[in-house]
């Protein structure tokens, strides 16, 4: 059963940088999509970044220029480098991946991605 652990979170002030990683394991294919999606208490779940398995990237308009989501597939591993923290960036960041590419940033419900990782907090404040 394929499975994501994510890893990297942490307190930080703004303007501070964070990477996230997130490690696929059990699966044989190569050919999946990945992404971030995040969670603040109250919120619904939204879109972060996604990239497909040929590499190519979206990004949610909150974070563009400032985070970049990369992959590595000899490792299977993504990772979502964040920087100019902002507060509004704290949240439970998901890491997702799925089979059916590509991955609709727009839609952050759980149902719409076959595997979500348990998460990992980012908190940004002074």
């Known amino acids: 059963e394929v499975q994501l652990t994510e890893s990297g979170g942490g307190s930080v002030q703004p303007g501070g940088s964070l990477r996230l990683s997130c490690v696929l394991t059990?699966?044989?294919?190569?050919?999946?999509?990945m992404g971030w999606f995040r969670q603040a208490p109250g919120k619904e779940r939204e879109g972060v970044a996604t990239?497909?398995?040929?590499?190519?990237?979206t990004y949610a308009d909150a974070v563009k220029g400032r985070f970049t989501i990369s992959k590595d597939n000899a490792k299977d591993t993504q990772y979502l480098q964040m920087n100019s923290l902002k507060p509004g960036d704290s949240a439970m960041y998901y890491c997702?991946?799925?089979?059916?590419?590509?991955?609709?940033?727009?839609?952050?419900?759980?149902?719409?991605?076959?595997?979500w990782g348990q998460g990992t907090q980012v908190t940004v404040s002074s």
């Open positions: 997702a991946a799925d089979f059916a590419c590509p991955i609709d940033i727009d839609d952050g419900s759980e149902s719409s991605i076959n595997y």
């Open positions: 059990a699966s044989t294919r190569k050919d999946f999509c």
């Open positions: 990239i497909d398995w040929d590499g190519a990237t």
